[in-house]
C-alpha cells in the first residue's frame, strides 16, 4: 500500500491545475506553461473555481465550490504559495490592497503551524499610495499599492500575535524554511469579506512576487516560478490539514467511555483553540497544558485570530440555539467609504464537518447576524430538514447548517461549531484573545460569551416569536 506522505507528494507533484497539459518542449517552460494554463481556464477548463498563479498555485480555498479543506471562513479566499528561495537571492510580494474587510501574509511550518502573520495595517503602502486598512483611511483610493519582502529567518522572539498592534509597521515576513535539503517555504494570503460586488482578489488582483537573483537580476510574476521551484512537491505532515482518520477513530472510542454523545454537553462546553494536544483533549478528558500556546492545532490558523468551540450532537436535540452579545466591527461589506473602528475587526461562527474532515458547512458573520435592540443576537444551528420556519435573517435570526453526514467521518450526528475573534484591541477586555485557560471562557467573555441548549424545531417556533413588525 503507497505510504500516505509519498501519496502527497505525488499529487503535489502534478502542480497547479492543467499546467501539466502544456506543450511538450526540449526545456521546460515554465512561464509559457502557465499562460498555456491560464488560457486553459478561461476557455472553462479548469473544474476548480477562483484565479490562481504558477506561484499562489494551491487556492483559492474557501467555502464549496472552491477548495474545501482546513476549515475555511466561508466569507475568506486563502492561497498558498509554496517555494525554496535560491542561496543569495531577495524576494519580495508587491500588489494592492483589496476592497475588503481584511487580508493578510502568513507564514507556516510543515505541521500547518503558523510562524508569523503580517495583516494589511502592519504593512507600508508605496510612495504616493495609501493603505486603506488603517483607521478612518480612504477605502476607495485609487493609489494602494505596497511591497513586503520575505525573508529566510525566524521572525524575532515573542512576538504578540492575535491583538491589534496599533501603530506599528512590518517590512519583512518571516518565512523560515524547513524540511529536506534545499528546504521548503509556505506563505497563505489571506482575503476576509470583500465587498459586494468584488472578485474573489477584492477586484485587486493576486499579489506578485519580485525575486532579485545575486547577480542583480531582476524577475516578476510567473518568471519567478521556476527559479523559487513553485512546482516542488509538499513537504507536510499529513496531519498538518486534518486529524488522520485512525486517530480520529481512536479519539471518538475514548469519548465513548464518557457517555454515546462525548464530548458535546448540554449545555456546550468551549474549548480554546491551542495546540494539538489540546485538540486531541476535547475527546480523551485530558487538560490542556498550562503553557500551550494559541492558534497551534494545525489546519493552518490565523494566527490575528483566536478561536472557541465545541462539539455538537443531534442525539441532544435537532436544533442547537444559542445567544451571546455582539462586539462592534467596521462596517465594509457594502463598500463604505471609511474604514471604521471597532472592539474587533471581525467575527464569525462557522459550522464544520469533523476534524478528520476539516470541511465547513456555512458561515456567518458579523455583518450578516442580526442583531437586536439589546445588542445580543441569536444563531440556531441544524440540519436543513429540521430549520425552524422562523430561523432567518427576516426574524433577526442566524442560521447555520449541520451536514446530512455529520461529521463526514461515519457519525451523521457530529458538527463542530466555532467562533472566530480578529484583531481585538487592548480596549475590548472580553475577546477571546483575552480568555486566560478554557475554565474561565464565560467569565472572561462575560455577555459575549456564548450561551446554548438543545431545543426542538417546534419548541423554537413557539418560543421565539418573528420580529417581522405585525401592526
Known amino acids: 500500500m503507497m505510504k500516505i506522505r509519498p501519496f502527497l507528494a505525488a499529487l503535489a507533484a502534478l502542480g497547479a491545475p492543467l499546467l501539466a497539459a502544456a506543450p511538450a518542449r526540449a526545456a521546460w517552460d515554465q512561464a509559457q506553461a502557465v499562460q498555456d494554463g491560464l488560457k486553459a481556464i478561461a476557455a472553462g477548463k479548469d473544474p476548480i473555481p477562483g484565479p490562481r498563479s504558477c506561484f499562489w498555485s494551491r487556492g483559492p480555498a474557501s467555502a464549496d465550490p472552491y477548495l ?19 542561496p543569495g537571492a531577495r524576494l519580495s510580494i508587491e500588489g494592492r490592497f483589496p476592497h475588503a474587510r481584511y487580508m493578510s501574509f502568513i507564514s507556516y511550518d510543515q505541521n500547518g503551524r503558523p510562524i508569523e502573520s503580517v495583516a494589511d495595517y502592519l504593512i507600508k503602502p508605496k510612495a504616493g499610495s495609501i493603505n486603506p486598512f ?29 491583538m491589534n498592534l496599533t501603530g506599528t509597521a512590518r517590512e519583512q515576513l518571516h518565512t523560515p524554511r524547513y524540511g529536506n535539503t534545499p528546504g521548503q517555504q509556505v506563505i497563505l494570503y489571506r482575503i476576509y469579506a470583500r465587498d459586494n460586488g468584488a472578485d474573489e482578489t477584492g477586484n485587486a488582483g493576486l499579489p506578485e512576487p519580485v525575486l532579485t537573483m545575486p547577480d542583480g537580476k531582476v524577475m516578476r510574476g510567473a518568471e519567478t516560478c521556476a527559479a523559487l521551484r513553485t512546482r516542488q512537491p509538499l513537504q507536510l505532515d499529513p496531519a498538518a490539514m486534518a486529524v488522520p482518520m485512525v486517530k480520529y477513530y481512536e479519539l471518538r472510542e475514548a469519548a465513548a467511555k ?15 483553540q491551542l495546540d494539538r494536544e ?6 480523551t478528558g485530558k487538560e490542556a497544558a498550562a503553557d500551550a500556546r494559541k492558534s497551534e492545532g494545525g489546519f493552518y490558523p490565523n494566527l490575528d485570530n483566536q ?13 442547537f440555539v444559542l445567544r451571546a452579545k455582539a462586539p462592534s466591527t467596521p462596517k465594509t461589506v457594502k463598500g463604505n467609504a471609511k474604514m471604521g473602528g471597532g472592539d474587533l475587526r471581525y467575527w464569525s461562527w462557522c459550522s464544520n464537518q469533523g476534524f478528520a474532515n476539516t470541511r465547513v458547512n456555512d458561515c456567518v458573520h458579523d455583518e450578516n447576524i442580526p ?6 443576537y441569536t444563531l440556531v444551528v441544524s440540519r436543513e430538514a429540521d430549520r425552524p420556519r422562523n430561523a432567518t435573517v427576516q426574524c433577526g435570526v442566524a442560521w447555520l447548517p449541520m451536514a446530512d453526514d455529520g461529521d463526514g467521518a461515519g457519525d451523521p450526528d457530529v458538527t463542530v461549531l466555532q467562533l472566530r475573534h480578529m484583531l481585538g484591541t487592548g ?3 472580553h475577546a477571546i484573545q483575552g480568555v486566560r485557560n478554557g475554565k474561565t471562557i464565560l467569565e472572561d467573555m462575560a455577555a459575549y460569551a456564548p450561551q446554548g441548549r438543545y431545543i426542538s424545531t ?3 417556533e413557539i418560543a421565539l416569536p418573528c420580529q417581522i413588525d405585525r401592526r
Open 258 to 272: 464518557f457517555s454515546p454523545v462525548y464530548p458535546a454537553t448540554n449545555p456546550p462546553t468551549w474549548y480554546q
Open 458 to 460: 417546534s419548541a423554537f
Open 307 to 319: 478561536y472557541i468551540r465545541t462539539i455538537l450532537n443531534r442525539k441532544q436535540g435537532k436544533v
Open 278 to 283: 489540546a485538540l486531541y483533549g476535547i475527546y
Open 427 to 429: 480596549d475590548f477586555k
Open 68 to 86: 474545501n479543506i482546513a476549515y475555511p471562513d466561508a466569507a475568506t479566499f486563502y492561497w498558498a504559495a509554496t517555494f525554496t528561495m535560491p
Open 134 to 162: 488603517l483607521a478612518d483611511a480612504d477605502r476607495g483610493a485609487a493609489q494602494r499599492d505596497y511591497g513586503l519582502e520575505v525573508v529566510d529567518a525566524p521572525p524575532p522572539p515573542n512576538q504578540p500575535v492575535g
Open 371 to 376: 442583531v437586536g435592540p439589546d445588542g445580543f
